[in-house]
Nanobody, 127 residues
Framework: QVQLVESGGGLARTGDSLRLFCTET?????????TGWFRQAPGRERDFLAA????????YYADSVKGRFTISRDNAKTTVYVQMNNLKPEDTAVYYC???????????????????WGQGTQVTVSS
């Protein structure tokens, strides 16, 4: 079973930057899989943020974070990153990473495109 572990969350102030990590610890992620980041704020549905394919040649961002968040990966470290800049209080949420078996598709922004999920890491941004 693929296991994903998020880390890097914490407290930040408006305008700060944080880098989140999603590490695959089981060694079972297949080549060709894609990884995405989502977040869920209190009382809201989980929203897509960004996705990246296995080789790192394809990325896709939600409009809400385009230009502020950057997704990347280091397959040697089995880790996918999201660099979050210019944080705002509305970025406060639990951040989740997810991976799939099927790879990149035009539905990569949908939760149903992912097979494995991490437990999440909390990001809190104060004004």
């Amino acid at each position: 079973q693929v296991q994903l572990v998020e880390s890097g969350g914490g407290l930040a102030r408006t305008g700060d930057s944080l880098r989140l990590f999603c590490t695959e610890t089981s060694g079972l992620t297949s080549r060709g899989s894609a990884t995405g980041w989502f977040r869920q704020a209190p009382g809201r549905e989980r929203d897509f943020l960004a996705a990246i394919n296995w080789s790192g040649t394809n990325t896709y961002y939600a409009d809400s974070v385009k230009g502020r968040f950057t997704i990347s990966r280091d397959n040697a470290k089995t880790t996918v990153y999201v660099q979050m800049n210019n944080l705002k209080p509305e970025d406060t949420a639990v951040y989740y990473c997810a991976a799939n078996k099927s790879g990149w598709s035009r539905f990569i922004n949908l939760e149903r495109s992912y097979d494995y999920w991490g437990q999440g890491t909390q990001v809190t941004v104060s004004s």
